[in-house]
């Protein structure tokens, strides 16, 4: 995996933030993806930290406002591309924030 840090992400920190990121990774997939539809893996970030979990289903959604509540895993899906996934899983422990393929989990 790789890690993600970008000077110009860290200055454009959002405003409203809801919980820590910890080191930041991306996949070689995720990486590759990201890279051949030529997007920018920050966006994505900055949303996950924002609490805009994407397109999960309702369920999901009420898993991470409990996990933001008791301490347990977030995770995000966005669609991007011809119906491809990306997946942001911060650890409950907030240690690590990865993005990923579903397929690489």
Known sequence: MAAICHPSFINRR???TLFPLGKT?????????????????????????QGDWGDLDPEDVQANVA?????YRLLSSYEIG????????TEADRSTTTLLLPEEY
Request: aromatic share 14%.
């Open 14 to 16: 959002p405003e409203k």
């Open 25 to 49: 990774y991306a996949t070689p997939g995720a990486v590759a993806l990201l890279q051949a539809l030529e997007l920018s893996p920050f966006e994505f970030i900055a949303r996950h930290w």
């Open 67 to 71: 996990a933001l509540r008791y301490g």
């Open 82 to 89: 011809s119906s491809q996934k990306l997946w942001i899983i």
